[in-house]
Every structure is written in C-alpha cells, then in structure tokens.
C-alpha cells in the first residue's frame, strides 16, 4: 500500500471515531485529536506523530495490519527492519476488545506457567500475576512471577508474541526483580529469568551483556509458535547490527543567499548534517532543508523552494518561529507543542557549557550512529570533552520509564564504532585526537520528569559505564539552567 493511502486509510478511520487513542502494550494510552497529530508522507515513508503534556510518540508506518470495528492496527518498522504493531482506537467502542485483550494476556499467562514448570520443575510458583501495580510501575503487559526453593528465589518474567514493545520487558523485569527484592527480605533471589519470543530476542540480550553481574544473575529462553522455548548463550549476541555513515563537509553554495534572510529570523537555527546538507529549525523543528543543490521546505509536504518562490520559505520561517517560541503567545499551539526533545535537543546544542562544562561547543552531531530516533522517542547527540573522551548525551523532555536502556542501546553503538576507530575514519570530529576510554553517558530531562524507577534500573547497570543523570529546570524553554546532578 502506498504512502499516501495508508494516510489516507488513517485519516479516514479517526474520523470516524468518537474519542480516538493510541495504544501501545504496557503503555498508557495517548488521546489523540487533530491539534496533536500529524501524518508526514516523505520519500514515500509514513510517519505518524503524536503527542501530549507527557510524551511523544513517533512511529513509521508500513502498512494496516488489520482493522475491526473501533479499531485499527498499523504495522510499524523498527531500527534493524524490525516490525510491530501500533493500535488507533475508539475508547468508546474498545470495551469488548478489553476483554479480549484481558483474555490473551491470561492465555499467554498459563504458557509462561508451563514454562517455568518445565524449565524450574524443582521451584515452586509462589506468585505469578499479570494485573498492573502502578504503584510500583509494573505492567499487566508482561507476566512476572516468583520461583522458590528453600530460601533461594528467582524473579521471572515474560514478552508475549504479540507485544510491540517486547524490548521493554527488560525494564519491567528489572523493577520486578528490585520490588521482590525488598519486599521479600528473607530469601536470597538471585537475578531474573527472562521469557522471550524468538527473534526478537536480541535487543534485550545485548542489553543483559551490560549489566553488573555482581548485582544480579540472569538467564534467558526463548520461544516459538508451538510455545516450545529453548535457554539461550548471551555471549552468541555479542555482534553488532549498526552502521556509521561517511560526515560530508558543506560547502558554501549559491543557495547561501536565498538563506541569508531567513536566518536573520531570531529563533532560526542551521545544523549541519552528517550527508554534507543543511537542516534549517526553529527550536529543533525543521521545516526545511537543503538537498543536492536545492531547498524543500514545509512541516508536513515539502515543495522546493527558487528564487521565484523564497517568499514562502521567508513567510513559512517567520510564522514558525512566532508560534515556537518562548515567549510565544497560545503555548497551547500545536506548533509549540511539537516535539518537546527537539526543543530540548536545541537547548542542549546552544548551552552546552551549562550542561557540562568539559565539554566542547563544537562539533556536536546528531543521531551518530543512525539510529531510528522517531522510534525511540528520544534524541541523542554525540559530543567531545577538552581531552578528546566522547560523551553521549540522551535527551528526553517528557517521564519515560525505558530511558536508561534506551540510553545503553546507544551507548554501546557509539563504543562500537569508536573501539574501532571509525569515527575519526569517517570525518567526525576532524582534528581532534579521540580517547579510546568507553564514552560517559548524560541522561537529561526536565528534573521533575524522570521517571521514579530510572533510578532503580540504573543502579543494575555495569559500574564500567559512566553514567550522569542531569536534571533541568522546569523554565528550559527559555533556557537551560540545570537543578541537580546525580
């Protein structure tokens, strides 16, 4: 299905609903109308964005999975061609498919018993459970349970097959492990067994392989159509799949002078892309960009941009840039409210001496190495301190439970390159003599917006990965001031 139909199969389908929402498995459902959607067809690629006073959501479409009344379900693709799914619903006709929902988590529920039967056949099942524990942010999406054996114990916990976010059962499976832990003083539980489907599998693995041994142990399974699950060796997962893109030089063009005046516009920013081109936004929102000696500007479609035209590149800059702007007049725009990591992400470029003083002003990139950042809801950049150490800095505006692993899936993709020194062979960070040292990690998000249990998830993580949160005043649309450091 092309591009353009998939929108349209979209479009037509939330206007029929009566109250619409996105929904994704262990997630709380986005409600979505037309001031916080948007649908952008580029190079024949859909991607839906969405978003509220608490996240963003961005996914690209591939094509309808399948559509029941009150419901359509989009197949979605993934870093590394992975697929899923992503669920618009009508809240108001979703009260049957709760129940069916309820009753293949229940399902799924009686197979990871039997697998735990067969695999611990000398532990007894003292807990097994999928209702949701908000209080301590535990998911009715993935099964966990509690094996005993005398006073030694194992926290366990499964992905169903059809759970779009099966990467997130390893933060689940970690708080679930941490809540046992305390809540069970008497027993010695020694890690966390993990239940995963197969090929789907590897993103955890490669997670686990990070993770302090010393604080906890884990073991792995996965399993197949037929439920039959095998135990697998996390150090098969130890190969990479990520890939470093050649950093071209821009050179000064003839475009120059139909940009002059639209970058005289407080609020304009220019970005210099890895590909050699020029990426042009108003608070980390781009709305146009060169590309082999033109300009194709516009926030949904673009349309190239000719001495003819500027006019409209002109106009299109100068509207953004009123209505994205600190002191912007209706905060509630949907123009404000878009994007709120890029906003950040601008911040973050323009400040970066608040944020880290080590750091160098220049150059800083953006998602290096390609990365899928409209599927992670996050947005990394790579920067360098004064003695050539590099620094991922990971950048989220709104509380996201997963932030800590997600920020290890970059991080360890930037130590891959660089322990293979790809970096300086491919352009970045020209005349700069880069340690060989694993890269510090910064974590930076408003302060009242981490999520109570990143800090959980991070105490599991390997002490060789040096690791600092940084909390932002509430204020950092204006700019940044930072209010802790942890």
Known sequence: MLASDLRNTIERFIATCREPALCEPGEESLAIASNNLVLETRNEILTLQAWDDHRNLARRVTAI??????????????????????????????????????????????????????????????????????????????????????????????????????????????????YVRLREPGLVVHGLILYLPVDREKTTCLRLLFLDPKVAQYQAFVYNEEGLEEGIDLRDYGNLDTRLEPCRRRLPSELDGVLEPVLRIPGVETIDRSDGELSLRVYGLEFARTNEGAILAGLQSRRAIRSSNAHELLQLASELARLRSPDAPGRQHPLYLRNPEAWIESQVRNQIEQVDARLLAAPIYGQVPAFAATDRGVLDLLAVDRHGRLTVLELKASEDIHLPLQALDYWLRVKWHLERREFSANGYFPGIELRGDAPRLLLISPALDYHPSNECVLRYLSPAIEIERVGLSLEWHWGLKVMFRS
Not at 112 to 135: C, G, M, N, Y
């Open 65 to 178: 999975e399948r559509q029941t009344r009150g419901k359509l379900v989009l197949r979605i693709e993934r870093f590394g061609k992975r697929t899923g799914t992503l669920s618009l619903i009508d809240l108001r006709a979703a009260k049957n498919q709760n129940v069916t929902l309820r009753s293949g988590r229940l399902e799924f529920r009686e197979l990871f018993r039997r697998f735990l039967r067969r695999q611990f056949p000398a532990s007894k099942i003292v807990e097994l459970t999928t209702e949701a524990d908000l209080e301590h942010s535990l998911s009715p999406a993935y099964p966990r349970a509690l094996l005993r054996q005398g006073s030694s114990a194992w926290a366990a916990i499964g992905a169903g097959p059809d759970a779009f976010h099966s990467d997130g059962v390893l933060t689940f499976g970690l708080i679930w492990l941490d």
